[in-house]
């Protein structure tokens, strides 16, 4: 036991190590004059896997710095830095997209795994919508989780905006139904569904989901307008594993990045909008009303890659 | 992944660089942190070179297998038990970002100890999050644990109030919920510190979803030095992640992990099996965790008296009958086949395998239209027993005669089994035809 704790003891220090010398992030490693070699793009594989981009998508980025090293066209360290940078902003600058809300009503369909922060996610964009002059309605068509209504009427109290709601447990598809039916006859310019959390790998809950917006489509056509997955921005590789299945399942209009006002700076979004061309619509950075914004590829990418 | 390490024929220094180059990118893909796959690469290059390779096994094999040990042995070799006080009430805090399950997590605590004959207390003390509070209580209610708190209190003063309904009650352990925060929101933290300093927790448990990615280290890191941190609790492992966080935050805090999530039902909590982390890390399906899933539906008791049954050979149609009931009570067949390497991902369920469901049911209303004595002489099941049995189970002759059938074959497949047992060991409960599935 002794032997194991002083080992766990050296690696504990040994990462410590690590840790402190990339402490200071993208400019650490390029302090000074250090020469362009296999390091540099080591440390910036690196640097790249722990703002979860994945190892993959870490090693073309790398690749494609080395290539230009190769052909001179990077000479200086530093501007390895400023070329990882540009190209990152090249590869989001797709993902910026309003939110449609032309349609009167504008449906926006939340969903997500479990703890992603849908039911939040809902409040705060009502609360932004209606701040922009909209009339907003939510509908809680989490009927499964326990308190989940209770959860989503206490921000409709909060941000002052009606919530469309039945009995906990009742189907999910018959109060989007009335939903629907209750904000088109009211003339509501927005109505935001909040559904239950469900890990993509159960078939079922999906296609439950998808008969929900079937519903809603036949219901009112084009709509919804929007289905937003929204991904925690702690949630490393398995994020492009939600995204594929829930595209796939249900069909998707874009992502909600929520959480990126704690320490992780949800890479997972690159590979994703990469693989499957999904836009970024709003990025969540806290639990108060107004933290809420739209996606902005340079802060996101300034994030990843600190100075 | 590393299946092709399988055949090689010698453990030169170019194939382990390979190999563990791939171990590399595996690790990485299960989101085990890059600086823990650092070191964890390095340790087992390290044991790996000079290493004999053992007769029995491939050069691949060596490898994966150093691999999986290593894995396992870091997860925490054997696993964690919660002691309980000796002066109850024993209480237990959960902590943890937001959405992470702590709610979820305190509700299957209770339930799980609730299972071993104790009497919990849920604490409701995350007054931050809308209708928290609420979402405690209705899962209390589901399982007739008693909740207490209330939305408009202190977090200290509820869990103050709850330590003296414990001990009036002779409840214990008490569960403690509470607010999910960010690990880097000192306010948040000083309201932590200040709740364990007045509680006084036997075990802090940090509540880690499955699928966290590279940042579980900092998050758990800071955990730890903040608040300090027990054992931890890891949710969502009933999702396709596969869970590196739980080596990271292991790694990180030096702390074990007690217990894992596996599903949205309040039962569905187990405890923590470094072995079948390792291999979900590494990739290679859950097929222990699923065969020793199946050993825990059976009680210990029925399971030893089965044994005994087949020793003696007196395994009967009753027993079989009760076999088919376990097997069902797993969950749903395809629930079952996903935990299955081969079957994951694939799309919904061949219809013969929806065919064994209604299979199952038909074989449970034939065995239960027979009489007491059918059921343990079988040979005695004539003509007019089996045109009664059919009519009585609203089956036909044919599927009486099919069952009957199946049953010889299962009693002669004992009987291999018996012998089987000399060599190797005890038997194990029912699912033989799954571990064939999963090899």
Not at chain 2, 161 to 184: K, Q, W, Y
Not at chain 2, 239 to 264: C, H, K, M, N, W
């Amino acid at each position: 036991m002794k032997v194991l704790a002083a080992l766990a003891d050296r690696v504990r220090l040994s990462l410590e190590r690590s840790r402190n010398a990339l402490g200071g992030g993208l400019s650490a490693i390029l302090r000074l004059a250090r020469p362009l070699d296999e390091s540099l793009f080591e440390e910036l594989e690196e640097l790249l896997v722990s703002a979860d981009l994945g190892s993959l998508t870490a090693r073309e980025f790398v690749e494609r710095l080395r290539e230009d090293v190769r052909r001179g066209r990077l000479t200086a360290p530093e501007d390895v830095r400023s070329e990882l940078k540009r190209f990152l902003e090249e590869v989001l600058a797709t993902a910026v997209s309003p939110l449609a809300l032309d349609q009167r009503p504008a449906v926006i369909l939340m969903l997500g795994v479990n703890g992603s922060g849908k039911t939040t996610t809902c409040g705060k964009l009502a609360a932004a919508l209606k701040g922009a002059g909209k009339s907003v309605a939510l509908a809680a068509a989490d009927t499964f989780r326990a308190a989940a209504i209770d959860q989503l009427l206490a921000w409709g109290e909060r941000v002052g905006v009606e919530v469309i709601h039945q009995a906990p447990g009742s189907d999910p598809s018959a109060v989007v139904f009335d939903a629907v039916k209750a904000v088109t006859a009211r003339g509501v310019d927005v109505l935001i569904v909040d559904t239950a959390g469900r890990l993509h790998t159960k078939s079922n809950l999906l296609e439950e989901l998808a008969k929900v917006k079937r519903v809603v489509g036949r219901q009112l056509p084009g709509a919804p307008h929007e289905s937003l997955m929204v991904l925690d921005a702690t949630t490393g590789q398995n994020g492009l594993a939600q995204a594929r299945t829930f595209h796939e399942g249900v069909g998707l209009t874009g992502l909600v990045l929520t959480k990126l006002d704690g320490t992780a700076k949800g890479g997972i979004v690159v590979p994703i909008h990469r693989e499957l061309g999904l836009p970024i619509k709003l990025v969540g950075t806290g639990e108060r009303e107004d933290d809420l914004q739209p996606f902005d590829p340079k802060v996101f990418v300034s994030a990843l890659l600190p100075e | 992944m590393l299946r092709k390490y399988r055949s090689c024929l010698d453990l030169t220094e170019e194939n382990i660089q390979e190999a563990l180059r791939e171990v590399r990118v595996a690790l990485l893909e299960a989101d085990v942190n890059f600086k823990v796959v650092k070191g964890f690469v390095e340790r087992v290059r390290e044991k790996a070179v000079g290493q004999d390779v053992l007769r029995s096994l491939t050069p691949g094999q060596q490898v994966v297998k150093i691999v999986h040990d290593e894995l396992a042995e870091l997860l925490g070799g054997s696993g964690h038990r919660l002691q309980m006080a000796p002066h109850p009430p024993t209480v237990i805090m959960l902590i943890g970002l937001q959405g992470s399950g702590k709610t979820t997590s305190a509700a299957k605590l209770g339930r799980h100890f609730q299972r071993q004959g104790q009497h919990p207390l849920l604490v409701a003390a995350d007054v931050q999050r809308p209708a928290a509070v609420e979402q405690l209580q209705t899962l209390g209610a589901q399982l007739q644990i008693p909740v207490v708190g209330t939305a408009t209190q202190k977090p200290v003063e509820i869990c103050r109030e709850a330590l003296d309904t414990a001990a009036n009650r002779g409840l214990s352990p008490v569960i403690l919920d509470t607010a999910g925060r960010l690990h880097i929101d000192e306010p948040m933290l000083e309201e932590l510190r200040a709740l364990k300093n007045e509680v006084r927790p036997h075990h802090v448990l940090l509540v880690v979803d499955a699928m966290t990615g590279q940042d579980a280290v900092t998050m758990a890191e800071r955990f730890n030095a903040a608040v300090g941190i027990d054992a931890v609790v890891m949710t969502k492992l009933d999702g396709d992640a596969r869970g590196g966080a739980a080596l990271s935050v292991r790694q990180i805090t030096g702390r074990p992990i007690a217990f894992v999530g596996v599903g949205e039902k309040v039962d569905a909590l187990e405890p923590f099996h470094p072995e079948r982390m390792a291999s979900r890390i590494l990739g290679m399906g859950d097929v222990v965790s699923l065969v020793e899933k199946a050993q825990a539906q059976v009680d210990e008791a029925k399971a030893e008296a089965l044994a005994k049954k087949i020793r003696e050979e007196s395994f009967s149609l009753q027993d079989f009958a009760e076999q088919l009931r376990q097997l069902r009570s797993m969950g749903p067949i395809g629930e079952i086949l996903e935990m299955i390497p081969f079957f994951k991902g694939a799309k919904g369920l061949p219809t013969e395998l929806r065919g064994q469901e209604t299979e199952l049911n038909r074989y449970e209303a034939i065995i239960g239209s027979m009489t007491p004595a059918e059921r343990v002489d079988p040979q005695i099941i004539n003509g007019s027993r089996r045109n009664r049995i059919a009519r009585g189970s609203g089956t036909t002759v044919q599927d009486v005669n099919r069952l009957l059938k199946q049953f010889a074959q299962v009693k002669k497949m004992m009987r291999g089994l018996r012998q089987l047992e000399g060599r190797a060991g005890k038997l194990s409960g029912f699912p033989f035809k799954i571990r064939q599935l999963g090899r």
